[in-house]
């Protein structure tokens, strides 16, 4: 099945993390890869606790992107692609996160037509789990899940910062 978790509230990642941690509880092993993501954040010292049931990797160019992606946000993007394709196809994962693909194809750092065809070839067994802003309408189209989070208030608007083991 593919999930997706959108929207511009804050869960869509937690929500991701939630999973992981019910999938490697249940001896699942999970494959957990970050687009556009490329810092230590308390979540990634946690899932990288959990053993071998659990991969994670970022692919991140370390730099937000503010108008335009550069070359090495597109190189990140690829190779984070190129990753759970072989994760997908391996046989090894029973779930595929893919963190803020979402917002990798907002920003055209990967092709919708190349993401389609990586879910309809993904082998029946693997959950697939997208998050990220802006899902796309094939996207949610597809899925077989879609929860969007919605932000009715937030304290990031009162002047508060992301703070860790909250947010980060």
């Known amino acids: 099945m593919l999930q997706v978790y959108t929207g511009n509230g804050k869960g869509k990642t937690t929500a991701a993390l ?15 890869c970050q687009f556009m993501k490329n810092i230590e954040t308390s979540e990634s010292k946690t899932l ?10 970022q692919f991140g160019s370390g730099s937000y992107i503010i108008d335009t992606p550069t070359e090495k946000d597109f190189e990140c993007a690829l190779a984070g692609f190129t990753e759970i394709n072989h994760a997908a196809q391996s046989g090894q994962f029973d779930m595929v996160i893919a963190d803020e693909i979402c917002t990798a194809l907002r920003y055209k750092l990967l092709c919708i037509k190349n993401v389609m065809k990586f879910v309809r070839n993904c082998p029946k067994q693997t959950e697939l789990v997208f998050t990220g802003r802006c899902a796309c309408d094939i996207l949610i189209k597809t899925a077989d899940l ?23």
Not at 51 to 56: A, C, K, L
């Open 146 to 168: 879609v929860t969007e989070m919605i932000e009715i208030k937030h304290f990031f608007s009162d002047g508060v910062s992301a703070r860790r083991g909250i947010e980060f």
């Open 18 to 32: 939630g999973l992981t941690l019910r999938a490697a509880g249940a001896g699942l092993k999970v494959f957990f």
């Open 48 to 57: 990288k606790l959990l053993g071998e049931n659990v991969v994670f990797k």
